[in-house]
Structures are given as C-alpha cells and as structure tokens.
C-alpha cells in the first residue's frame, strides 16, 4: 500500500507558475511509476503527465507539453510537477497517483489540491 501526500496549490494569475508536490509513504517508492492527473469542475479527470522509475521517461498530455515538468526524488519519496506559463483552463483540482511497473493503471490517489489560475 502506497499512501499518497499532494501540497503546493493555490491560486496564481495567468502565466505564472506552481509547484506541485507529492510525498509518497508506505511501500518502496521506487519501483513505482508516479503520474499527476487533474480535474476540472463538471469535467472528466484526465491525465497530465507521468514519470517512470528511475525518472528517465516521461509522458506529457498536449495541452501541457512544453509548460510542465514532471520530476521525482527516490531519496525524498516525492515526485513534483512544475507548472509554468499557466493559463485558466489549468483551473482543477490535481491528484498525485502510483501504480506498479506491471499495471497498466493507477491504482494509489492522493485527495488532491486545489489549483486555480486566474485570467
């Protein structure tokens, strides 16, 4: 079992920048593959990016490619999202995830934090 901590939301105008964080505690942080998803209010969750891991792949969605990083820290037990040049429709609550190497699905969620850009 995998117990999962996001922090770092809040409210930011349009083009300026937050950083997620998400500590990770229970089981061996490591051979999990760590994602970020987000939802906005009346819409479905979506994927925003995920990082294997050894931190040498990630996967971004289009509309945040270029803007966001997606990075871990094994030591720390924590994976971050940095998120720059941001705009409203990034407005959503963001939730950290896990899954072990051999799913295809996350299976671990944080409770989310709160993001809102404003315009």
């Known amino acids: 079992q995998v117990q999962l901590a996001e922090s770092g939301g809040g409210l930011v105008q349009a083009g300026g920048s937050l950083r997620l964080s998400c500590a990770a505690s229970g089981r061996t942080f490591s051979p999990y593959v760590m994602g970020w998803f987000r939802q906005a209010a009346g819409k479905e969750r979506e994927f925003v990016a995920d990082?294997?891991?050894?931190?040498?792949?990630?996967t971004y969605a289009n509309s945040v490619k270029g803007r966001f990083t997606i990075s871990r820290d094994n030591a720390k037990g924590t994976v971050y999202l940095q998120m720059n040049s941001m705009k409203p429709e990034d407005t959503a609550v963001y939730y950290c995830?896990?899954?072990?190497?051999?799913?295809?699905?996350?299976?671990?969620w944080g409770q989310g934090t709160q993001v809102t850009v404003s315009s």
């Open positions: 990082i294997d891991w050894s931190g040498g792949r990630t």
């Open positions: 995830a896990a899954r072990e190497i051999r799913r295809v699905d996350f299976n671990f």
